[in-house]
């Protein structure tokens, strides 16, 4: 099944942006889709994901509660280098032949000054895209390109049509939003000093009611683990 490819330029350094996207939960402050994330086998509580990391990420797609959980495949800083594998766990959408997805970062440093936001369309090929996209840089450099590339795989007939017909427009137009958002986010931090204290607090409350439901105190249902492997035996096995 088909994935997609954007991109953007941004002042700023790549350990800001590469800090600010691997760690899920500002996912929501970008993502008009992500309502929540919560950490189930990770080894550290906060901060940038680590290989084997296990998270959930629940979204609100057309109206619908979709869940999905994460394993963390790759985490390299020096390479700029991200990468997570998930699949649905609703009931629904396993119905309907939801399947795993691959969504990977290519967070470069760049040199010059930074360009408008800009995006390639869906496409088959996009690892393809992403190596003919990379630039050289000087990781000295205060501009970095984000590359946030995704991919279906195993995904049903039935799940296919209802990509090609109702999601993939509503899916292409909160990633051009999302650009926009992180772009903004990292190159003017101080604007949004206020929104970020108001949004913690907000999400407190979320994650408490989500605790609530799961059964937990807030921060209780948190493992971590050393051994990747003993939070997903999966981990590291071909998804295609």
Not at 128 to 156: K, M, V, W
Not at 194 to 202: G, H, W
Not at 212 to 218: A, I, N, T
């Amino acid at each position: 099944m088909a994935g997609g490819l954007e991109q953007v330029d941004i002042k700023a350094s790549r350990d800001r942006v590469y800090d600010f996207c691997s760690t899920p939960e500002n996912w929501p402050k970008v993502f008009n889709v992500t309502k929540w994330v919560w950490r189930l086998h990770c080894k550290l509580p906060t901060g940038p994901l680590q290989v084997g990391d296990i998270f959930e990420e629940h979204i609100i797609m057309l109206g619908m509660p979709v869940t999905f959980q994460w394993t963390c495949t790759q985490a390299d800083r020096n390479l700029g280098r991200f990468e997570f594998k998930g699949i649905v766990t609703n009931a629904l959408m396993r119905f309907l032949g939801g399947g795993y997805t691959v969504i990977a970062y290519n967070i470069l440093p760049i040199p010059g000054q930074s360009i408008e936001s800009s995006r390639n369309g869906f496409a088959g090929d996009g690892q393809t895209q992403i190596e003919t996209s990379l630039a050289p840089g000087d990781a000295r450099t205060c501009h970095t390109r984000y590359i946030r590339y995704f991919n279906y795989l195993q995904y049903g007939l039935l799940m296919k049509t209802v990509h090609a017909l109702f999601l993939n427009s509503v899916m292409q137009r909160d990633f051009v939003a999302t650009l926009k958002k992180i772009k903004d986010r990292l190159e003017r931090p101080a604007a949004y000093a206020e929104a970020d204290r108001a949004f913690e607090r907000d999400q407190t409350k979320v994650m408490a009611e989500v605790a609530r439901k799961k059964g937990f105190q807030p921060g209780e249902h948190l493992t971590l683990v050393d051994d990747p492997k003993a939070a997903d035996p999966d981990l590291g096995h071909s998804v295609g």
